[in-house]
Nanobody, 115 residues
Framework: QVQLVESGGGLVQPGGSLRLSCAASGSISSINAMGWDRQAPGKQRELVASIDKTGSINYADSVKGRFTISQNTAKNTVDLQMNSLLPEDTAVYFC?????????WGQGTQVTVSS
């Protein structure tokens, strides 16, 4: 099993920045990739960004050029730097581990973009 703990959410004004962090523990060797999903009220959960063991990165079109995902394989962490935040970025953000079997998610961290 893989356990994921997120941190770094909060309230920010439009145009501001936030950095989310996720720490993985447990069966680290089973992780193929890590990433971030988000779920806004009344909407389906969607991919925000992912990064695999080779460093290959995938972003949702809506965040390209504004968000940057990075990983520290030595510390088993993955971060999401979010710049130029928009009100439509408001959601609960979930760290995700893509593993050989059912994927694992963290408990989620709220990001609210509002003036």
């Amino acid at each position: 099993q893989v356990q994921l703990v997120e941190s770094g959410g909060g309230l920010v004004q439009p145009g501001g920045s936030l950095r989310l962090s996720c720490a993985a523990s447990g069966s680290i060797s089973s992780i193929n990739a890590m990433g971030w999903d988000r779920q806004a009220p009344g909407k389906q959960r969607e991919l925000v960004a992912s990064i695999d063991k080779t460093g290959s990165i995938n972003y949702a079109d809506s965040v390209k050029g504004r968000f940057t995902i990075s990983q520290n394989t030595a510390k088993n962490t993955v971060d999401l730097q979010m710049n130029s935040l928009l009100p439509e970025d408001t959601a609960v953000y979930f760290c995700r581990a893509y593993i050989s079997g059912p994927d694992s998610w963290g408990q989620g961290t709220q990001v609210t973009v509002s003036s």
